[in-house]
């Protein structure tokens, strides 16, 4: 099998397991793994964003970082990207699909569609089968149809990668669920912030018993992970001098009820669920 990984899957996996196993076990399970310099910018660039959720050093975490054993798309690649471009543009175009070119997700999709076709000895040689990693929704939006129709292979996310080295008995099923929630917790980090915002706030002197209610109820909502509850007191007139004395609370609010609009903690949740009624099937 060969992957193609993008800059948000390969973060996820570095912050959910913490340490460089699981790139050990990537490379032992797939014998291809690339990644293109525009992704490397980008992992670069946005390595430390979770790291305060973590006990990490920063020195550990670069250290991880610089261990990664994976390989940088041959220069062959540069040779027959433009016509990979032209491709991809014609049919975004076609579709009425707007892929922004200088993302990552848009490189990590022509390194796709030229690994699907390169061979041994000149471009368009093959027709190999590609897995390519992302976990970003918008781009699995956009890009699955051009995937499939172009029989380039299979967009998968962190979770996949996970459940592929489970069924390769890389990692136990204890580490599989464990991780899932890793990831998950990712993008719940608005909500560790605002818990701690919460915390901070509820400390303060002068706080009248109303808005002391509301802020436990708000923390109440958070905690257990109830985000309908949490969405739904934007609309409740009795939590606006709370949201008046601290608009921070509104806003993380406003953050959360977006990212659960995108279904990410029911999708996480599911997949735990598959695992835990043993419906993947492994031998």
């Known amino acids: 099998m060969t992957l193609v990984i993008d800059a948000c899957s390969l973060l996820n996996l570095i912050h959910c397991v913490g340490d ?8 032992a399970v797939f014998p291809r793994v690339y990644l293109t310099n525009v992704v490397e910018s980008e992992i670069n660039s946005n390595f430390n964003e979770y790291a305060y959720l973590y006990d990490y050093q920063k020195k550990d975490i670069h ?15 540069e040779k027959d990207k433009n016509e990979c471009k032209v491709l991809a543009r014609s049919y975004g175009i076609y579709k009425k699909d707007v892929f922004k070119e200088s993302s990552g997700e848009f490189d990590s ?9 390169s061979g041994i000895k000149e471009f368009n040689e093959n027709l190999n089968t ?3 990693a992302t976990d970003d929704a918008q781009a699995v939006s956009i890009f699955s149809s051009f ?12 979770v996949d990668i996970l459940t592929i080295l489970y069924l390769k008995n890389k990692i136990t099923r204890g580490d599989l669920i464990k991780n899932i929630y890793n990831i998950q917790r990712l993008y719940l980090r608005p909500m560790d912030k605002l818990i701690r915002n919460i915390e901070r706030m509820k400390g303060k002197e002068n706080l009248s018993s109303s808005i002391q209610l509301h802020l436990s109820m708000v923390h109440k909502f958070v905690y257990e992970t109830k985000l309908q509850e949490l969405a ?3 609309e409740i007139p009795s939590y606006r001098p709370l949201f008046l004395k601290f608009p921070l609370i509104k806003e993380s609010i406003l ?12 999708y996480f949740n599911y997949r735990v669920a598959l695992i835990e009624k043993d419906l993947i099937w492994k031998l």
């Open 130 to 132: 590609i897995l390519f």
């Open 232 to 234: 739904e007191v934007l």
């Open 109 to 117: 999709l022509l390194l796709s569609l030229y690994l699907s076709r």
């Open 147 to 158: 995937f499939f129709e172009n029989q380039i292979g299979n967009i998968i996310d962190s």
């Open 255 to 266: 953050e959360i009820k977006n990212i659960n609009r995108h279904d990410k903690i029911s």
């Open 63 to 77: 250290e991880l970082r610089y261990s990664l054993g994976l390989q940088k798309y041959r220069s062959e690649f």
């Open 20 to 27: 460089d196993s699981f790139l050990k076990a990537i490379n």
